[in-house]
DNA sequence: CGGACAAGTCGATACGTTTCGTCTCGCGGC
DNA sequence: GCCGCGAGACGAAACGTATCGACTTGTCCG
């Protein structure tokens, strides 16, 4: 992150502008629900939360930038409105490993169709895909905090199946097994290639628990 | 794709200038390698071929557009090349379905790690998911073909594989099944969680097939 | 204790640059 | 002679930078 010779100096975040940053915030969230990420520009957001323009790219290095953290506040506020104090929320533990990932794949994807989570979202999976640096940020600050759940969840469900017939293999490699189940559902959405359904989610959750081939 | 009411008329391909068209795909392509996807302009595409902006804009309505089919023509020239009449490819069938799949998943990771093709290819999908009539152009043109041979591949291991212990389940959705191998691939490449290996793609293959739990 | 001063962010806007997409030329090939 | 072609002029839109006075905040000196 930080710059080996930073061009400019730093500005000085203890005098920053929390009211500035929250209009930005909405401003960018707006105007990407109205027009689009592709017709969203710096211009426009500053314009709409009556913000100088050298406000946002004092702070901000890029649109996508502005709008990843416009993105993360909103899920904050949301969270904390939930009554959660901490915006992390948990995979269900029921016991059944089946049934809790069906449910939480089931909720993403109805996540993944709702157009106020999934324009944002994919304008800045996109961005992320071709800029690196956001990319990298986008996934730290984002992805990865999700997908840590599920290894939890699949961590508890080792050590708490012993043997039954639903028990984890040994030596399970439960990053690779998170990406069985979440890659299927990204590449859905992202691609468009069929639609994204609760079935659909069921079917992942099944072929990636009890292989394609089978048992005897 | 046809608009109802055609704004302007629909120019006469007929007499459309083939040396154009390649000076174009050419001149793309060497723009997207060298200064990357977002800085390249149309106006940069046209002055490197040595065509005026009006051609461009005559026969494709967008930047990614061009570099679809700038890349499509890339694929179907090397494949021409390599000595196959038609741009299709098939998934080795050497009866050992594991063994086949890992195979391909190891020469697409191969792809998706050299930069001549993740530079275009990567741009491509991400613009594509962001502006869906080119999204569809890209899954149905690019995408699609590619998957269909996966799903060709089961369907033979279905057939063949009567009742060994590797043979496909009863009633297995090859759709699913294919994006359950691909998705995880995509996924990593796509957001750059972690480093795309072939351990990666065997593990994939082996889960798929197999499953996260334990065979009693 | 308090007033002057320096520093730094703020909204606003002017500025030069780049690229966009359209339009208008002659030129030349079918 | 129609029409695609190369070339480039054109106005509109954003870009990212620079500069302005207004305002807030923290420091220092009387």
Same mark, same amino acid.
């Given at each position: 992150m930080a710059q080996s010779t930073d061009g400019g100096k730093a500005p000085d975040s203890a005098r920053r502008s929390e009211r500035s940053r929250r209009a930005i915030y909405d401003a960018?969230?707006?105007? +990407?629900? #109205?027009v689009g990420y592709a017709r969203t520009t710096i211009e426009g957001i500053a314009a709409r939360a009556g913000v100088g323009k050298q406000t946002i790219y004092r702070w901000w290095p890029s649109k996508g930038a502005v709008l990843l953290e416009a993105f993360l506040d !909103?899920?904050? /506020? @949301? $969270?904390? #409105?939930?009554? $959660?104090?901490? @915006?992390? =929320?948990?995979?269900p533990d029921t016991g059944d490993l089946e049934a809790d990932?069906? $449910?939480v794949l089931r909720a993403t994807v109805d996540e %993944?169709?709702?157009?106020? =989570?999934?324009?944002?979202? *994919?304008?800045l999976a $996109?961005? &992320?895909?071709?800029d690196p640096a !956001?990319? @990298?940020?986008?996934? *730290?600050r984002l992805l990865e905090p999700q997908l840590r759940l599920y290894v939890? *969840?699949? /961590?508890?469900? *080792?050590?708490?199946?012993?043997? &039954?017939?639903?028990?984890?293999?040994d030596g399970l490699d439960l990053r +690779?097994?998170?990406? %069985?189940?979440?890659?299927? !559902?990204?590449?859905?959405?992202?691609?468009?290639?069929?639609? %994204?359904?609760?079935? =659909?989610?069921d079917a992942v959750v099944e072929y990636a628990l009890y292989g394609m081939t089978a048992r005897s």
């Open positions: 960018a969230l707006t105007m +990407v629900g #109205e !909103l899920g904050e /506020r @949301a $969270a904390r #409105e939930a009554g $959660a104090e901490e @915006a992390v =929320y948990e995979i990932l069906k $449910a %993944l169709n709702n157009p106020a =989570y999934d324009i944002p979202y *994919r304008a $996109a961005e &992320g895909i071709v !956001l990319g @990298a940020e986008f996934t *730290r939890e *969840r699949l /961590r508890a469900a *080792r050590s708490a199946g012993a043997g &039954g017939a639903g028990a984890l293999r +690779v097994a998170l990406e %069985l189940l979440v890659g299927p !559902l990204a590449h859905r959405w992202l691609l468009r290639t069929l639609p %994204l359904t609760h079935d =659909y989610a």
